[in-house]
């Protein structure tokens, strides 16, 4: 989640999810931003998912389940729906895609704390979030509202991640193009806002090369897991994997054969 678009949400979410495949776990990833969707792209895939009766069989690419509603529409054709649409579509990600036996399940969020962040509290309560911000102090205050959102939901916000940390320049210096702090900002204050400890999970330094990967339909975490980026994000991967999955065992509540 993030309270503002640009910050990297759907970039960072690609990376983690083919960092977790990597890892050996069982992932898929659902695009839930309908209007700005991005994901089929960024992971490479242009397959249309199978019907199997009322059942959905979601594309894998890079070892990870991808289902978005860019897999549906024609072209670069708009989706222009409203909240009970939205709600609908998500609904039928959830209870009529065919997800398996997953590990881990990463929902990548429109900006901002409307329609979709309400139907996935609804939908799935037990869905934990995971706010992604820069380093501008402007866009960490957005941010922090978009996580204080789980005070009214009472989700669990595990982390937060600072993307655009910095630039390193050929001479080894950092560039804060950005500034810095927010991302430290957000977790300190949300922490004390939730009552619980919301850590700083990485700070994803500022490269080109990570723009790139996207556009190239191959997370950066695949193509240069060793650069500093790649680092930084397996790190977060690593510290979302080793703890306790918050739907591990959870029943979704959701039956795809009741409409």
Known sequence: ASGKGGVGKSTVTVNLAAAMA???LSVGVLDADIHGHSIPRMMGTTERPTQVE????PPI???????????FTQGNTPVVWRGPMLHRALQQFLADVYWG?????LLDLPPGTGDIAISVAQLIPNAEILVVTTPQLAAAE???RAGSIALQTRQRVVGVVE???GLTLPDGT???VFGEGGGRQVAERLSRAVGADVPLLGQIPLDPELVAAGDSGTPLVLSAPDSPVGKALRGVADSLSSRKRGL???????DPTRR
């Open 142 to 144: 957005v941010a922090e």
């Open 22 to 24: 990597a890892r050996g």
């Open 248 to 254: 591990a065992g959870v029943s979704l509540g959701l």
């Open 174 to 176: 950092t560039l804060q």
């Open 163 to 165: 993307n655009m940390s």
């Open 61 to 71: 690419a890079h070892e990870v389940r991808v289902i978005s509603i860019a897999q």
């Open 101 to 105: 036996d997953l590990d881990v399940l």
């Open 54 to 57: 009322s059942m959905i069989l």
